[in-house]
């Protein structure tokens, strides 16, 4: 069977006659008669009662014919869907994201590419930057949104775009912040006013929460470096793979925390977010894909990436 025995098939049913459906398909009588009677051969049942009066559908026929009419409809859908692939306007694209990511970059990069194809599907998995490694060199996600630095080992396989850079700022409990002159809970955490800004060294004493190292090694290092800058070693207090974890560790009072500046969207009762005085190195999200593997949907994602990118108060973008 192929897709002309099941033309043929639907021009008779709706015909009722071999006849008018022949001239409806520009063909004569016989041939359409033999490709119908090998389409029943080959699903060894009829499809029709024919008489000399009258074609009627069997059973079988009438229940088939709608299946079929879908058949064909999928068929001619496909040159279409082909282009759509080709241009990268159809498919889906599995993407990783940092958990800080969801608070800054993410949102405007997903509303711009949804604006922009709106029938690529997306799947999105929330994921430390070394578990993005493993699912971009296992091929479950096509790119992530990373912290770097790209593994050394995988250099040469994976490809790595800046996006954004943030500076830190520090999360500490509410009660603290209000302590601090001019300092107010209830102020615009990304619009920090003038003298609110606080040193790090004021809070070398408070317990920190943090990501731990292996999942996070460069994160970890620049919050480290922060301390070391000043003569500081932080007193580890508590670790948590997630920023709405330590976001939520610091609301209870358990220590403060270094998170970029964009986590100042997070808001949750009993913390306050400030400046910090002292220069703050800045930490940078960017996308990370298969060097080799690049996609005509994945191609539509980094154009818009590098439209999206933005710069938050204090941040600098990259090239």
């Known amino acids: 069977m192929d897709l002309r025995q099941f033309r043929y098939f639907v021009a008779v049913a709706e015909e009722r006659h071999f006849g008018r459906a022949a001239q409806r398909l520009s063909m004569t009588q016989p ?19 024919r008489t000399n009066r009258s074609v009627e559908l069997t059973a079988v026929g009438r229940q088939l014919l709608p299946e079929v009419r879908r058949i064909l409809a999928d068929a001619d859908a496909l040159p279409a869907l082909a282009q759509g692939l080709a241009h990268g306007e159809v498919g889906t694209l599995s993407l990783g994201f940092v ?48 912290i770097p630095p790209v593994p050394a080992r995988f250099a040469n396989e994976l490809s790595y775009l800046p996006i954004v850079r943030e500076p830190l700022m520090l999360a500490l409990p509410a009660a603290r912040g209000d302590a601090m002159p001019t300092a107010s809970a209830q102020s615009d955490a990304l619009d920090v006013q003038p003298g609110a800004a606080v040193s790090l060294a004021d809070f ?70 400030r400046a910090l005085r002292e220069t703050s190195a800045l930490i940078e999200t960017g996308l990370l894909w298969r060097t080799a593997e ?22 600098t973008l990259s090239a």
Do not use: K, N, W
């Open 204 to 273: 070398a004493d408070e317990p920190l929460v943090i990501f731990p190292r292996r999942v996070a090694p460069a994160f970890y290092d620049i919050i480290m470096g922060c301390y070391g800058a000043l003569g500081l070693t932080p007193r580890v207090g508590q670790e948590a793979i997630q920023m709405q974890t330590i976001v939520s560790l610091v609301s209870a009072g358990m220590g403060v925390a270094l998170v970029p500046q964009s986590l100042c969207h997070l808001r949750r009762t009993g913390v306050t977010y």
């Open 294 to 315: 690049v996609t005509p949907v994945l191609e539509g994602f980094l154009e818009t990436a590098r439209g999206v990118a933005h710069t938050p108060p204090g941040a």
């Open 99 to 146: 958990s800080t990511a969801d608070y800054g970059i993410l949102p405007p990069l997903l509303r711009e590419f949804g604006e922009r194809y709106p029938r690529v599907r997306l799947q999105l998995l929330e994921a430390t930057s070394d578990v993005q490694v493993e699912a971009l060199m296992d091929g479950r996600i096509d790119a992530g949104l990373f």
């Open 31 to 49: 041939p359409l008669s033999q490709q119908i009677r090998a389409l029943e051969a080959s699903f060894g049942a009829p499809l029709f009662v």
